[in-house]
């Protein structure tokens, strides 16, 4: 089989934002591996996947120690990915992992103690085959651990070298404000919060944004889609091939309401009257505000990936559309 090489057109067709007031730029689309990269899933179209994100200009792929299934399997499957096609790309990625969820078994194979998420960068570097990654994240705030040891833990993880960038994820205004105070004091690169944000999902906007609007933190919301909810595909029920037809798959049909999908079908409207998918909509919505640095999608293949590029040719929302928006999900 001939080697990947890279579209070399790849920079010109992406735009990059500033990743809060740090030094680096993220893609407008990054691609995250929490489903479709497991070791249930086909290597040959999640590679195609990532060659066609690469090509695109999708320079940061997240991860997480968890993903798969089998759990650390996206990052394995990943590693070999990166030796085969971007070994010599390894400068121009952002890689981002997380440790919070449960991992390994007994007391230490979860959630936000020194001892858990050294240990875990640590198996997920080795499993991914690289020497560091961008961005290390506290997955999810722990609030039996004192926050200063797991902030005391991204600190050390910085300053070894295993990461070059801290953050953290699902951690609320209150949990954010402090980690910020913290990771001041300690000097520490603190640069991209990453919730769970999209047209269903507005929790973020309850104090959280005005925090990173303020201290200049990126955000990098994640589920754009509600994994799948905003699109037309579950208007008529379950398809077998979707999140919520599959059995590996997060999303559980009892999520997909005849309330959630009266909403889905108004939005639906909406971006088919401003010449868009409800996905291309969704993923436009968020890339309309200045706070968010990039978002974060996922793809079952590159068509859905190469559909969810086109969100960009059209962000501009009028005010009288984003007051119908909050009229329809609010
Ligand atoms: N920090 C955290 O706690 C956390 C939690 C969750 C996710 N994440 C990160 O965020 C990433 C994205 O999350 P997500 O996968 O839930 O994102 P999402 O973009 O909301 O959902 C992706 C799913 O939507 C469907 N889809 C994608 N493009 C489509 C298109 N063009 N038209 C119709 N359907 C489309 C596909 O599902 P079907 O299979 O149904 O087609 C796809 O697997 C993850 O990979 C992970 O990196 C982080």
């Known amino acids: 089989m001939s080697k990947y090489k890279p579209n070399k057109d790849r920079y ?44 695109e200009g999708i320079t940061h792929f997240d991860l997480a120690n968890n993903y798969g299934p089998p759990p650390g399997s996206a990052e394995e499957n990943f590693g070999k990915i990166i030796k085969k096609s971007f070994k010599s790309y390894r400068d121009q990625l952002i890689i981002s992992t997380k ?45 039996d651990t004192p926050l200063e040891e797991t902030m005391e833990a991204l600190d050390l993880i910085v300053r070894q070298g295993k990461a070059l960038y801290a ?12 980690a910020i105070q913290i990771l001041q004091r300690k000097g520490t690169p603190f640069i991209i919060h990453q919730p769970r944000y ?12 005005e925090i990173l609007e303020n201290e200049k933190i990126g955000c990098i919301p994640y589920s754009p889609l509600a994994q799948g909810i ?5 208007l008529t029920g379950v398809p077998e091939n979707s999140r919520a037809g ?22 639906q409207t909406m971006a088919e009257n401003r010449g868009q998918t409800l996905a291309q909509m969704a993923v ?41 928006i909050d009229k329809i999900t609010k």
């Not at 919070?100 to 499993?127: F, H, V």
């Not at 599959?246 to 909403?263: M, R, Y």
Request: glycine residues 8%; aromatic residues 12%; charged residues 25%.
């Open 230 to 234: 905003l699109s037309n595909k579950y």
């Open 12 to 55: 010109d067709l992406m735009e990059y934002r500033r990743c809060g007031s740090s030094g680096i730029l993220l893609p407008e689309i990054s691609l995250g591996l929490w489903h479709n990269f497991g070791g249930v899933d086909n290597p040959n179209v999640y590679k195609e996947i990532l060659h066609f994100a690469f090509d």
């Open 198 to 209: 999209n047209l269903l999902d507005r929790e973020p906007e309850n104090g959280l944004l």
């Open 167 to 178: 953050g953290v994820s699902n951690y609320g205004p209150q949990q954010t404000r402090e």
């Open 246 to 267: 599959n059995p590996h798959g997060f999303l559980q049909t009892s999520q997909i309401t005849a309330e959630v999908l009266d909403k889905v079908k108004a939005l």
């Open 284 to 324: 436009a919505w968020l890339l309309s505000k200045p706070v968010i640095t990039t978002v974060l999608v996922g793809a079952k293949n590159k068509q859905q990936l190469k559909d969810i590029l086109l969100s960009r040719e059209n962000i501009v929302f009028s005010k009288g559309e984003l007051k119908q």
């Open 99 to 143: 440790a919070g969820y449960r991992m390994w078994d007994g007391p230490y194979g979860e959630w936000g103690s020194k001892k858990y998420l050294i240990a875990s960068l640590d198996q997920s570097l080795k499993r991914m085959n690289l020497d560091y990654v961008d961005i290390f994240y506290s997955h999810r705030f722990d609030a």
